[in-house]
Nanobody, 115 residues
């Protein structure tokens, strides 16, 4: 059974930084593509960033240059470093693990960017 637990969310001022973590209880974590998605109130869930098993990354245009996704396969953990945060980044951030046609979600962690 796959379990994903996000942490690191909170309230931050515009221009600030946060680091999200997602601890995965997965056998063979290193083979999974891991990703971060977010959902703002009244909006659909959207891709933020993904990282493949080979370390290839992909980012939404809105976060390029500000966010960095990384993974530590020894710790079964994926991270999202978020800098220069904007009010528009306010959302619940979800961790995702994908392999083939299967995917799993965490419960989410709230990020609020406000002065």
């Amino acid at each position: 059974q796959v379990q994903l637990v996000e942490s690191g969310g909170g309230l931050v001022q515009p221009g600030g930084s946060l680091r999200l973590s997602c601890a995965a209880s997965i056998s063979g974590f290193s083979i999974y593509t891991m990703g971060w998605y977010r959902q703002a109130p009244g909006k659909q869930r959207e891709l933020v960033a993904t990282i493949t098993n080979s370390g290839r990354t992909n980012y939404a245009e809105s976060v390029k240059g500000r966010f960095t996704i990384s993974r530590d396969n020894a710790k079964n953990t994926v991270y999202l470093e978020m800098n220069s945060l904007r009010p528009g980044d306010t959302a619940v951030y979800y961790c995702n693990a994908g392999y083939g046609s299967s995917g799993w979600w965490g419960q989410g962690t709230q990020v609020t960017v406000s002065s």
